[in-house]
């Protein structure tokens, strides 16, 4: 039975012949057999099913997970690969998923095969050339990186902001960057221009940084291996009496003491034994009614939006 989406042509001995049905003008439909109306009514309704379907997702779900468009431009990954889709599917170039790092600031560094690191944009074109023997997450519109074992910083243009000359640097937290020399060794604190704010005083452990990154407004750093907290002036405000500082989290931190046995103090340092349970509401997949077929959404963005259904993503029409 031939089937056009402007009319449907139908043959049945028993009705008048052949006769057309147009679904916008449904022409002369007192002159058809009652039996013929029917047909041709439910051949419209079973004819438009998957011209709504295909319009609801216009991109099946067939995807491990799938990001928001950015220029008509998706990334989304399939077992090993990292692909890069248009509004209609098409993939449009692809890399190793394992080469590619996470998207942040609307970069993310990849490994390119002469094992060089550079940065990908939401496209998934190159946006700072591959240069670098490691490149880590952009944070606050900065990411470190490293060559000739050295670690600067550069900036979303790939631009340095300070040249190489860090043995080692954290990602930014709170404003500042934990960095460590490379003539003396020793750990402090840098801001995102290159300027030093806390002096280059903290020791150089063998398994783990001498400063640790700020959280909560504190920071430990470990003198005579001997861990305490300072504050972003340096202040000591908690002495350097453990073997292990971890960072604060809702005005708390865990340390250790000599003992494996784990203990937790407050912002003063003084050890409590019960605290407060950090009130976390359960994290819950997000859906939309428009999508009841959906488990899960993403965020719309250029009239698509991503949607998981029976364990795959897809993209349906918001538009």
């Known amino acids: 039975m031939p089937i056009r989406r402007d009319r449907l042509v139908l043959y049945d001995q028993k009705c008048a012949g052949l006769f057309y ?5 449904f022409p002369n439909p007192s002159s058809y ?53 248009d509004k209609t599917g098409k993939i449009l170039r692809g890399y190793r998923k394992n080469d590619v790092g996470r998207f942040s600031d609307g970069l993310a560094a990849i490994k390119m095969p002469d094992s060089k690191y550079g940065y990908l944009d939401l496209t998934g074109q190159l946006a700072i050339k591959p240069r670098f023997s490691y490149a880590h997450d952009f944070v606050d519109g900065v990411a470190t990186v490293v060559d000739k074992n050295l670690m600067g ?39 995102k221009t290159g300027k030093e704010v806390i002096p280059f005083l903290y020791d150089n452990l063998k398994n783990a940084p001498g400063a640790e990154p700020f959280s909560d407004g504190l920071a430990a750093v470990y003198l005579h291996d001997k861990a305490g907290y300072i504050d972003k002036t340096g202040k000591t405000v908690i002495p350097h009496t453990f073997n292990q500082g971890n960072p604060f989290e809702g005005g708390y931190a865990t340390v250790y003491d000599g003992s494996s046995t784990p203990k937790t ?8 034994t019960s605290p407060p349970a950090a009130d976390k509401p359960a994290s ?25 259904r029976n364990g795959k993503w897809g993209y349906v029409s918001v538009e």
């Open 153 to 191: 910083l550069i900036d979303k243009t790939g631009a340095y902001v300070f040249p190489l000359k860090y043995f080692s640097l954290l990602d930014v937290s709170e404003g500042l960057i934990a960095a460590q020399s490379a003539t003396t060794k020793k750990w402090g604190y840098i801001d």
């Open 33 to 85: 057999p009652m039996k013929c109306k029917m047909i041709s009514l439910l051949l419209v309704v079973v004819s438009l099913v998957p011209v709504a379907a295909q319009k609801k997702w216009p991109i099946k779900p067939t995807y491990d997970d799938a990001s928001a468009f950015t220029n008509g431009v998706a990334h989304v990954t399939l077992r090993d690969s990292l692909l890069f889709i």
């Open 21 to 25: 049905l147009y679904t916008d003008l």
């Open 265 to 272: 103090i407050d912002k003063t340092g003084k050890f409590v």
């Open 284 to 308: 819950q997949p997000k859906t939309d009614p428009r999508f009841p077929g959906a488990q899960e959404v993403g965020e719309a963005s250029e009239g698509l939006m991503p949607a998981k």
